[in-house]
């Protein structure tokens, strides 16, 4: 997501097609990679960038939301059909076209419905949350509704170094696509707040402040627990997680609604660790909830990504650093396998980094960069289609002077 990716550096590129091994505990397993598609492309500097994708999957369809020509564009989310070919169609829409910049798109989808909500900027530091819907596979798109309405910054947060970061917002919606969840972090009151429709997006509660123990929350994270093969544990929960980004020593935090975000349980750490714990993105695997972070008590000079188990949602496992010199990774998961992927932070910035689990997430495969995927903002995000195929979407940039929305498959071969 965006803004943050730009704290990380701007980065020279240099094409890597693999990377080191020993660790992680298991040998690697063959992957099988289809064609990275250039779904938009756009500038560089402050000039007409494209920015932030998000992607989801209904079906075997491919849907890729992504801020257009920032600073002064639109959010575009693209119906991508044979994703898995290299003869790949791909059909653009605009969701919404507004006087002032939109950002930071998240995208959900259940069924036959998609719903994205984003960040607007309408004068100075006044930007809210807007959420639109289609049920026609991305082709038409309902009136936006303000779910934030004020006069702050919604969607912005300050981390405890000072800098401002958008991108902390996040959306989830019911199978039926009738009950949308919307959270985002508020800039000048530094706290959490929940929007919920329960009429598939066509009004909005008024935001309810959560509970965030006190610290700043950071990239707020919602997820239904709705699958079917969800542990009891965990069943038909949605479970809200954060980062405390008060310090440089702050933890993730998660709390589950059982009522459809009426209310929430007390705030758990789900990390206790030195370093700086940020970026919290979680799925569900066999028994277990498996959340993923970036980290830097093992990597302080960069970061590595790991992750933390629970069975209960009430006591974790204590992290483990599972992909290296990794940030802001996104999670996926399909029965027993489990894939991570995040922002690779060294050998030059180049590349989606990956790994990946066949057994729920005890061990994970080497470290691999994703073939053909270049910097350097990467921000990646993850979709996992009925036939166990992984969509990875990420931002590559040319020298400096251009950038680009790419989507990449693949699939482990057991």
């Known amino acids: 997501m965006s803004y943050r990716s730009w704290a990380v550096a701007l980065l020279v590129v240099v094409l890597v ?6 660790f992680v505990d298991r040998a690697q397993e063959p992957v099988q990679f289809g064609p990275v598609h250039k779904i938009a492309s756009g500038g560089w500097g402050r000039n007409r960038f494209v920015i932030n994708p998000d992607v989801k999957v209904l079906g075997n369809t491919a849907y890729v939301a992504y801020a257009n020509n920032y600073p002064g ?37 259940k069924g036959n419905k998609l719903c994205v909500a984003w960040q607007e900027g309408i004068a100075g530091t006044n930007w809210d949350i807007w959420v639109s819907c289609s049920n026609d596979g991305a082709q038409t798109w309902s009136q936006p509704v303000n779910v934030s309405n004020n006069d702050t910054a919604s969607g912005w947060i300050t ?22 969840y919307v959270v985002w972090s508020e800039l000048e009151d530094e706290k959490m707040f929940l929007s919920v429709s329960n009429d598939g997006g066509r009004s909005f509660s008024a935001p309810q402040e959560l509970k965030s123990n006190e610290i700043l929350p950071r990239f707020p994270f919602l997820k239904l627990l709705d699958a079917e093969d969800t542990p009891a544990a965990f069943k038909d929960k949605l479970l809200l997680a954060w980062a405390d980004g008060m310090n440089d020593f702050g933890d993730i935090y998660v709390s589950f609604s059982a009522d459809g975000g009426k209310t929430f349980s007390d705030p758990v750490k789900a990390t206790d660790n030195p370093g700086f714990s940020d970026a919290v993105e979680c799925a569900v695997s066999g028994d277990s909830l498996l959340c993923v972070n970036d980290d830097t008590t ?35 998961s399909k029965g027993r396998n489990v894939y991570v992927a995040a922002e690779n932070i060294a050998d030059g910035g180049t590349g989606v980094i990956l790994t990946y689990s066949t057994d729920a997430g005890k061990t994970f495969a080497p470290r691999l960069v994703i073939p053909n ?17 992984v969509y990875i979407v990420s931002v590559g940039g040319v020298s400096r002077q251009s950038t680009e929305i790419q989507l990449v498959t693949f699939k482990v071969r057991q």
């Open 17 to 22: 097609a693999a990377s080191s091994g020993g």
């Open 73 to 109: 564009g639109d959010i575009i989310v693209a119906k991508v059909e044979n994703a898995t070919s290299p003869q790949v169609q791909i059909t653009p829409v605009a969701v919404a076209q507004t006087q002032g910049p939109s950002i930071e798109p998240s995208l959900a989808a």
């Open 159 to 180: 981390l405890f170094t000072g800098d401002d970061w958008a991108g902390n917002l996040w959306i989830e919606m019911s199978k039926d696509g009738q009950n949308i």
């Open 298 to 332: 093992t990597n302080p000079d960069n970061a590595d990504i790991n992750l933390t188990v629970s069975t209960d949602g009430k006591s974790w496992s204590g992290t483990r650093a599972i992909l290296k010199d990794g940030a802001f990774p996104t999670i996926g």
């Open 373 to 389: 995927t270049t910097g350097p903002f990467d921000e990646p995000q993850m979709a996992i289609g009925d036939d166990g195929t």
